[in-house]
């Protein structure tokens, strides 16, 4: 028997166990958008960092951020070996609408296949099969190569404080590959390699009218309503094909080459499984480009929540005082979001009308990132994972945005391979998140085959 083969002997004969440990994870309530729950925050950092100690990981700690920690651990005891960097996150989003869930969202329930829980899927599930795989390794034999961890208690909230964090700490980062087991698969027959990610750029458009609520009766239709002039305002953002009309939006996008065009069309994402996925009755966006590209390597703005006026039960008739919307872009090579927030600003500056005030406020932002799928790193985890599946994995661009994957390649010189269990249907960030449990204990094997075939 192969010491690959033995370590997934052992994964398959502690599955309950993983299972439960995965469970007692969950139940820690780390919502790092809240700061009601920073305790529980910085309980789930401490959770996993004596999760790695017990595991057999050395120098295990909580670095402070200026937010939410990030636990480090590393085995360096391989000289010569390559060093991987496994990367993680045990913060997560919050739940509500809480009453569109049909289980307790921190009690992980098992029905059938899948495990119910906030966390399972996006992205505890995903960090404890890579440390489960370790794990399994670790116990069974002698690890093939040298190991560091880093796992962040922010990503949810657009790892806030990584941009000043990583520059402090860029050599104790530094490795031969980042394991990155945050994306996910086309679905549960079919393993996936990311290599693209959008970046973001993330506004509040704020519009401002008299100084307070009017009666609607005494002054509609004299005084301009900031609520239907932002709406004027974010409907022109868009021309009648869904390109975006901000000035110069597209003037930096790299164009999408034949050879992409083709790669994309062997992926199964058509147009009727976006259909099926969503449940709209008809897609949107530009003609020219089909929905995988859409999606993954063209830029987009988004409308991502309205507030203005009376919104509770029954009628109250005012004329809003002000009117806000929140406002995202996903970026491709080569956006700045710098730039795009000065984009913004400028079709503002072109469209508002003089019976309105108005600012744009950045919230945040994170570059987009591209990984060679040439080097070592990917081609171990595509033959891994052709192990595993008995078939090769397909290969693709994600339309989210996940910012320490270009810091760590801009700041630290790490390319990641993005991998991971979480399925389209796994309702990450909305009611009833649930994990495939066959796809984890499926990728704890396919990680296994990935150390090995890095040594």
Known sequence: MSDAEKAIEYAHKNRERFTKELSEFIKIESIS????????????????????????????????????????????????????????????QPVDPIELWETPPFDATVKGDYLFARGSSDMKGQVMATVNAVESIMKTGDFPVNLKFMFEGEEEIGSLNMGTFLPKHKDLFKADFCLNPDAGAISADEPTITFGLRGLAYFEVHVYGPPRDLHSGLFGGTVH????????????????????????????????????REDTAKLPTTSESYL???????????????????????????????????????????????????????????????????????????????????????????PWAITDVN??????????????????????????????????????????????????????????????????HKNMDAFIHFFFNMK
């Open 276 to 366: 099926q996925q969503t449940g709209v009755p008809a897609l949107w966006g530009e003609k020219e480009y089909t929905p995988a590209l859409r999606t993954g390597a063209r830029p987009t703005l988004e409308i991502n929540g309205l507030l203005s006026g009376w919104t509770g039960a029954g009628s109250k008739t005012v004329l809003p005082a002000k009117a806000m919307a929140k406002i995202s872009c996903r970026l491709v090579p080569d956006q700045d979001p710098a730039e795009v927030h000065k984009q913004l600003v400028r079709y503002m500056e072109e469209h508002a009308p003089k019976t309105i005030t108005w600012e744009v406020k950045l919230l945040n932002d994170s």
């Open 225 to 260: 309503n900031p609520a239907q002039a932002l709406a004027e305002l974010i409907a022109g953002m868009h021309d009648a094909n869904g390109t975006i009309t901000l000035p110069g939006f597209y003037d930096s996008v790299r164009v999408v080459t034949d050879q992409e």
């Open 33 to 92: 958008t809240d700061d009601d729950y920073k305790a529980q925050v910085e309980k789930a950092a401490q959770w996993a960092a004596d999760h790695l100690r017990n595991i057999g990981i050395e120098n295990v700690k909580l670095m402070p951020t200026g937010g939410h920690p990030v636990v480090y651990g590393d085995w360096l005891k391989k000289p010569g070996a390559p060093t991987v960097l496994i990367y993680g996150h045990y913060d997560v």
């Open 375 to 440: 080097t070592n790193g990917v081609r171990a985890l595509a033959s891994a994972f052709e192990t595993v599946w008995s078939r090769a994995p397909l290969y693709r661009r994600e339309g989210g945005s996940i910012g320490v994957v270009a810091m760590l390649q801009n700041i630290v010189g790490v390319e990641s391979g993005l991998v991971g269990g979480s399925l389209p249907d796994d309702n990450i960030h909305s009611p009833n998140e649930r994990m495939h449990l066959p796809t984890w």
